[in-house]
């Protein structure tokens, strides 16, 4: 007969689990550069030595705040010290979002039993450890999109939760343009407070002030965007897939039918699987499409406004990923809890014994953590040994 675990050791074992895995996310600090990272990388070297946002001789339109932070390493110190800094400074970025997700769970009144442990299942996740010790946004935009759900979340907002909200949708917005749905659910949670609160106060003529405020630096960036597209003389441009190839080409291979040209594989619905599956570029409507069903049901069972909301921002953030012909596993990974919540939701309406579920979320997590062990030694048999 299997012994039940206490929900002390339960949680010991998670955390234990979480601080395996995040030490084993160290390991990214000190790998090649991959993708992305190289154009980061040559635009902070622009901005630092000719006090230009540039690439490859012209102007770029390219998400400023990655570049950005970057270059404010490198303004001190060399090259590779600032890479490893930034990437530093994105562990601790991610480790911030962990903690919004935690009190998320807690605002969601996810059970005290399983609070840890689905966390857990967060940080254990292979795009998680490999994310967020990569100079890419990923780790900005899962921290910012909870620290604005935690605060959407509670019942009764003041002026500085609002800031907040304003300040993160801001910060989401500048780090990758298809942030900028978020812009929706903001609104209607602002009408919502309004209309509870009444319109006509001082805290109102505050709360237009902090939109004000926050919109600017997004309003100069559409300025200098602007600008530079009507020129035609930008490096690298996101706008171009839509200028080359329609909003039709775009939508079908976001959704993941074709293959988009700027990418190397399929992307969009059959590269959902690889966010729960860790195989290297794993692309399967077979797997894709029960696990993306599953991972959003449960929201539907328990209709409330805190789901609802949930629900929401998952579908818009996703459907701006189709509209704009992209979808990468790591792409999917600022949504992994909303997903994990709504699975936890799901077991709950198929009343799944609470001991079994316990015991396959640990199970899950341990398989998980086991598999980046065995990375780690790749890893450093493949950088490291002398």
């Known amino acids: 007969m299997i012994k039940r675990l206490t929900e002390n050791k339960l949680i010991y074992i998670s955390i234990f689990l979480m601080l395996v895995s995040l030490l084993s996310s160290l390991r990214g600090l000190f790998t090649p550069l991959h993708g992305d990272e190289f154009t980061y990388v040559s635009l902070a070297e622009s901005m630092v030595k000719n006090g230009e946002f540039v690439l490859n001789g012209s102007a770029s339109t390219v998400i400023p705040i990655v570049p950005s932070i970057i270059a404010c390493f490198h303004f001190f110190t060399s090259l590779e010290t600032s890479i490893i800094l930034s990437r530093a400074l994105q562990f601790m970025i991610a480790l911030i979002g962990l903690f919004y997700v935690y009190k998320s769970f807690k605002i969601l009144k996810v059970t005290d039993k399983f609070v840890l442990p689905l966390l857990c299942l967060v940080a254990v996740n292979s795009n998680f450890i490999v994310g967020i010790t990569k100079v890419y946004p990923d780790s900005i935009l899962f921290c910012f999109l909870w620290i604005l759900l935690f605060h959407l979340l509670k019942k009764e907002k003041g002026l500085t939760s609002w800031f907040i909200i304003f300040m993160s949708c801001a910060a989401l917005v500048l780090t990758r343009y298809s942030y900028a749905v978020i812009g929706l659910p903001v609104l209607i949670e602002l009408i919502r407070h309004l209309k509870r609160h009444g319109l006509w106060r001082p805290q109102t003529v505050i709360m237009i002030l902090m939109i004000v405020v926050t919109s600017l630096p997004i309003l100069l960036w559409v300025y200098y965007v602007s600008s530079i597209e009507s020129e ?25 039918f074709i293959q988009h040209h700027e990418v190397g594989k399929i992307n969009g619905i059959p590269a959902f699987a690889s966010l729960f599956i860790p195989i290297t570029g794993l692309r399967t409507w077979f797997l894709s499409v029960p696990l993306l069903i599953v991972s959003l049901t449960g929201l539907f069972f328990y209709i409330n406004t805190k789901n609802n909301l949930l629900l929401l921002v998952a579908m818009l953030i996703m459907l701006s990923f189709v509209f704009a012909g992209t979808g ?6 600022p949504l992994l809890p909303v997903f994990i919540y709504s699975i936890y939701l799901l077991f709950r309406k198929l009343n799944v014994s609470t001991v079994w579920l316990t015991y396959g979320v640990i199970l899950l997590s341990m398989i998980y953590v086991l598999n980046e062990l065995r990375l780690n030694i790749m890893v450093y048999h493949k950088y490291f040994e002398l």
Do not use: E, T
Request: glycine content about 12%.
């Open 328 to 333: 990468f596993s790591r792409y999917w990974l």
């Open 232 to 256: 035609q003389v930008n490096g690298i441009s996101y706008f171009n897939r839509f200028k080359n190839h329609g909003l039709w080409y775009n939508v079908q291979a976001g959704l993941g």
